[in-house]
Each structure stands twice: as C-alpha cells, then as structure tokens.
C-alpha cells in the first residue's frame, strides 16, 4: 500500500510500504476512507519533535473495516469506524474509567512499528477498546464525512479543553488559539452552553469561523493587550473557563491571566514551552486551576457524535483544503505557512 | 494594647501600640482569646518574604466582640467570634461565591495599616462577611478552643487542600508535608471519605498525628524514593488526590509525580519555587490537574465547624505548645527550628 512518511524536518513523502495485516487476534484492518492532518504533525514536520527517519505519520482517520482478528468482538468487515487518536486496550482500569489516553497497552498512531492514519490502510491493535462505529451510509456521504473525521482528534480535543476549563451554562468563555483545536474548542463551548464566548484570534478567516461556531467576541490582541482587552469585555474579572490551544509559553500565560479568579484553564495544546508560562503565583492567589491534557478521544466520540450526525455540530468546517494522498506534502506545506487551516486526506 | 510586631527577619517584638477604635460603621473591636504562628509567618520571619519594618504580624485569631460600627448588623458586644485570615466585605461576587480570598475589598491582616492576629486586640473591617459566631459557652473551654482556633487557618487551608485535589469517598489520597496544614489536610481527606492516606513526613511524632488524623499510610522517602514508595503502595498508579501543603519546587514536583493519571493535585503551600516544579509535560499526558491555591476559609468555617463543636474532628491536636504573648518570639523561634509544630498564643 502507499502511505505518508516522514524522513525529517520537512520531508515527508508518501511511499510504498508493507501492507498491514492482522498480527495478533484482537487487530482488524481496515482502509482508510479519509484522514487528516493535524497543527501537532506539524512540530514532527519541523523537527520540534523528534522522529525516526522513515517512521510512519498521521493520527487521525475513518475508514471501512477489511479484516477481522478472530478475537474481534464488536465489528465486521464492512463496518465503517472511526479511530481516536490513540489505540487502547479497552478493558483497564484507566479504560473503564474513560481515560483511554493512560491505557499501559495503548499506543500512538505513527509510533515506530506502527500504522500512521495519513495511508491506505490501518492495522488497529484491540479494535474492541479503540474503534467507534459509525453508520455505514455515511461513508459515502461528503456532507457529514468532514464532521465525523473530526471526531478522530481536533473535535473531541476541543471537547476536552471545554470540559476542562468547566464550562457551565452560561459561563463566559474565553478561548486562546485559533486554530482548528481552539475553533473546536468555541463550538464544544458553545454546545454545552456557554453563555459568551471570547475567541482569540486575528486572522479574519478563522475567526468568523469561530464566529459561526458560537464566538460572541472576538481578541485579536495578543499577549498583555490580549489580556487587557478580555478583561474589559468582562468587567474586570476575566472568563470563568479559558480554553488554551496552543501550548507555548505565551499562550499558557495569555490563558492564566484571563482567567476570573477561581476560574480554570483546559489546556490541551501539546506543551512546548515548559512550565515558565505557567504563573503559579498568581494562580494561587486566585485560584485559578489548570486543568486538561491528551484528550480522550475514545471516551467522547460516543457523546458527540450523535450531534454530529444530527447536523447539530459541524465541526468538518474546520477542514478547508481537501487533497488526495499524493496531496499531502502540499498539505503540510499549506498549514506550515498558515495558508491552510487544516486539510483532509481523501482516499 | 501590646501586639506582636515585625522588625526584620529573626526580630519580633512585642510592643505597646495604639489601640484599635472603629474606623468604619462596619468595623467591630474584639479583643483576641486566643491566637497563632502561622507556618507562613516564618516566610516573614526568615526574611524571604519582605515586611516593612514595624509591620503586625499574625492572621489567626478568634476573640470577643467589644465595640461595634453603627451599620454591623450580625454582632453585638459580647459575642465570641473566629476570624478567617483574609476579611472580605461579605457582598460582592467573589464573597457571594465563597472566594472571598478575591473579595476587590478583602484584606490580610497584619498588612500595612492593619491589625495583626498576634496582639490584645482586633479592628475588623467588614465584621459582617468576615467574621463567623462561636458559641459563648466555648470561649472559655480550653477543649476547644484549640480546635476553633484552627479554623482560622490551617484546618480550613487542609480543607480546601482535600477539596481542591478532589478527593471522593474511597479515594486513595497522598499528602505531602507533615507541617500543620498538612496533618489537617489528612484530616480533611479522612473527614471526606478517603479509603486510604498516605502522609509523606519522616517526623514521628508528626507521622504519628498524621496516623490519629486518618493516615494509614507514611512514607519518610523524599523525592524520588517518596515517588517509588507510593508508586509501590498504590499498585503503580499513585494517588487519586494529592495535597501539597509546602509549596517549594521539590514538594510540587514530588505532588504531581505521585498523582495517578487523571488525578488531581489540591495546593495549598504557599508557593516559593516558582513553576519549575510543575512539570506541564508530565501533567499533559497524564492529565494531571492543579488546583487550589490561598483558602477561602470564610466559606468553610460554617461547614467544619459543627464537627469541631461535636468533636467529630480534632484540627486543635496540631498545637503542641501555648504561649502567653511574652512568649509568642520563642514561638517563632521554636516552630523555624522545628522543635514546635505549631504554637498557640493565650491572652
């Protein structure tokens, strides 16, 4: 089969590799029907992150199951699924509890000896604990297929800096990053009922965007005159529930200090800044809590996506350029410079 | 009136000053029964956090109304009373939420201009939304007076240390740091509901308190050996509930390596280490939360202190010595050489 590579900092090419097959009897295999690419392939892609020569890349996709490993329970071939971000076994303690990201036989798509999402196929370890199905005339459906890919990270991510940052009913909500996770984060805000929402951004196309998803203020300033304006739109007091996507130290401190005193940050952008954005001091005179991490993909799809089948949530909006595979190194490109916000592989 | 007052690190002094009158019809006057040393005053006292020399010292007291402003509505002369160690002015968001810590009026006594809790008497801003009622009968029950003094401070500070880790009934709970705040933590924890406890401390006679409190568990380890052992106790996953009642950059480090995944760390130490024990990597992929920060003890009182009347809980065991005021610069001496826990001063 053919699938996406990455041989370094900005060589990522898409190549003849093994196909995957069932190796132990809890696997499936299935084809990728669409897949993605996510803001975090892109610290691999420039070398922030280190990676193998060679190693497989991409983490989040759909596809239609074609083998069954002969300890497969829940699916058969034909079914239509989509995977979280992470493989888990489904029956640990952290798995029950629906923490699927701590699961001590789960795994990262991509990691070495391992199938990345961004190729034809996919071999799934303990398809039981990791898939969710999906309806199978969706896999035909253009419409709703954006929305449910979403569901694999960028959407259940987001879903996971609201929850995090406890946003209420009527919370103010202020949101730090406008990329496709903290554009999720403003419809995941939205959804459970947030009474304002403050995005931060200033690139015109993302946020209306942010805007259609629920956004009722807009910041396009950054760092202290970020704070400065969130706390006049606010009376002084910052946002009950701040939403941090982004993950550098500027970021995390934007998020810290726009938050009202005893208030929580969700963070879910992957840290790349240590802890000095991390103010603890002001966070214990306020009490602001910080509150998040790797999303657990798995725990949420289950809960959105009925919304997402409904068209009460449409986070596919996020995807606004889609390329095939021989597409994708122009798709990194295109998210590297910005000029897209993210893009979807389809099959 | 004599009050304890702050010179410069290592020199406190008792002194004559002028006695407190009502400045503000919400004022009252109380004369002080009892008060105590905070471990947070050695910060003063140790020169790492700045005074102005000739400051009052001391946030901990509870004491009998003697004058009351025209507009206090809740007290009247006679009345025996605890304050929190922060006042607050009773009506604003924050104090209406029970985060009075963040009352916009809200003060800490012994600040520039204020009173201190170590001295004969007391200007209260705010009686009404600061102070709490205690029955009269208990201001002369040297039983508990020790108990409702703790109130003020170390129990409501272990309260919120519980609350903020988030601990359930039948969680496993860890503490980390055997001072006051820490042993009440456990009681805090043990008072919750926690199924186990595990104190951090290598001090006997303080582990052996932790064991009273509720403690079924002490490790003596430090760092990296302390992160092994309860590692060990808790079947590799470590604690549901953390609470870290030191605050330096060993103590957090130490609290957020021994949070199992998903689980919570509640701090209460004031921090002196900065961030650089919040290891945000560590807590993203665990999703390890950070909560807490300066108690809202005028919240919890009303709630704590039923059980202390009762005898339900015992937060006075912390006091392991009494001094009358004269003896209140051998108190500070004896709690920074450790050879007091924590020193009760009796008027």
Not at 236 to 257: F, I, K, Y
Not at 294 to 306: D, F, K, M, T
Not at 316 to 330: E, I, N, Q
Request: net charge negative; with cysteine; hydrophobic share 45%.
């Amino acid at each position: 089969m053919r699938a996406t590579v990455i041989h370094g900092p900005n060589d990522i090419r898409i190549e003849d590799v093994p196909d995957p097959v069932i190796q132990y009897p809890t696997d499936v295999v299935l084809r990728v029907v669409n897949a993605c690419i996510c803001g975090s392939d892109l610290w691999a892609y420039r070398g922030v992150a280190q990676r193998v020569a060679g190693q497989r890349i991409g983490h989040e996709f759909l596809g239609v199951v074609e083998e069954v490993g002969a300890e497969v329970r829940g699916f058969a071939k034909g079914d239509f699924v989509v995977a979280p971000f992470v493989w888990s076994d489904g029956v640990c303690d952290f798995c029950l509890e629906g923490l699927q990201t701590s699961c001590p036989h789960g795994g990262f798509w991509g990691q070495v000896g391992s199938d990345g999402g961004q190729g034809e196929a996919v071999r799934v370890p303990f398809a039981d604990g990791t898939l969710v199905k999906l309806p199978k005339e969706a896999a035909g459906d253009e419409k709703l297929l954006p929305g449910l890919l979403a569901l694999s990270d960028v959407m259940s991510t987001g879903h996971h800096a609201a929850v995090s940052a406890r946003v209420r009913p009527g919370a103010t909500v202020a949101v730090v990053g406008d990329g496709a996770v903290g554009l999720c984060g403003v419809l995941a805000a939205h959804r459970l009922g947030a009474g304002r929402i403050i995005a931060l951004g200033r690139h015109t196309a993302r946020t209306e965007l942010a805007r259609r998803f629920g956004a009722t203020d807009v910041v396009a300033e950054r760092g202290e005159a970020a704070v400065e304006a969130v706390k006049e739109l606010t009376g002084g007091q910052g946002a009950h529930a701040v939403l941090e996507a982004v993950g550098t130290e500027e970021s995390m401190r934007t998020a810290v200090s726009i938050a009202r005193d005893g208030g929580a940050v969700g963070y879910v952008g992957v840290p790349h800044g240590g802890s000095a954005g991390v103010d603890i001091g002001q966070m214990f005179g306020r009490n602001v809590s910080l509150n998040g991490g790797v999303a657990p993909a798995r725990a949420y799809i289950p809960e959105l996506l009925p919304d997402v089948l409904s068209g009460a949530i449409e986070p596919g909006l996020v995807f606004d350029r889609t390329v095939g595979l021989d597409g994708v190194p122009d798709g990194y490109r295109a998210m590297d410079d910005r000029s897209a916000l993210k893009v979807r592989i389809a099959f």
